[in-house]
């Protein structure tokens, strides 16, 4: 079993930057954040292959989001710029027990969740 807590949420305006930190209880494989607004579904943001050689990022978020992990901290990171408004919700990360070289998109590829970071952007 793996626990895993979000940090460094917060409100920001449009045009800030955030950096999330989520840890893990113990050594995880590929790694994923995922956010959910009010009303909506979850949906993937970045993920993160176990040797941080492989990254991958939804395209709402590519170029302005960077994903990063830190396997000696069993930490993973999410560097968020130029934020939007639409960037609200609360952000989840989340961890596999895959360790393929392709990180995957899909919520059923990861195994373990966090409780979620707010982050809301104002205009």
């Known amino acids: 079993q793996v626990q895993l807590g979000e940090s460094g949420g917060g409100v920001v305006q449009a045009g800030g930057s955030l950096r999330l930190s989520c840890e893990a209880s113990?050594?995880?494989?590929?790694m994923g954040w995922f956010r959910q607004a009010p009303g909506k579904e979850r949906e993937f943001v970045a993920g993160i292959a176990w040797s941080g050689g492989s990254t991958y990022y939804a395209a709402s978020v590519k170029g302005r989001f960077t994903i990063s992990r830190d396997n000696a901290k069993n930490t993973v990171y999410l560097q968020m710029n130029s934020l939007k408004p639409e960037d609200t919700a609360v952000y989840h990360c989340a961890a596999s027990s895959s360790h393929s070289v392709s990180v995957s998109s899909q919520l059923y590829s990861y195994d373990y969740w966090g409780q979620g970071t707010q982050v809301t952007v104002s205009s």
């Open positions: 113990k050594r995880t494989f590929n």
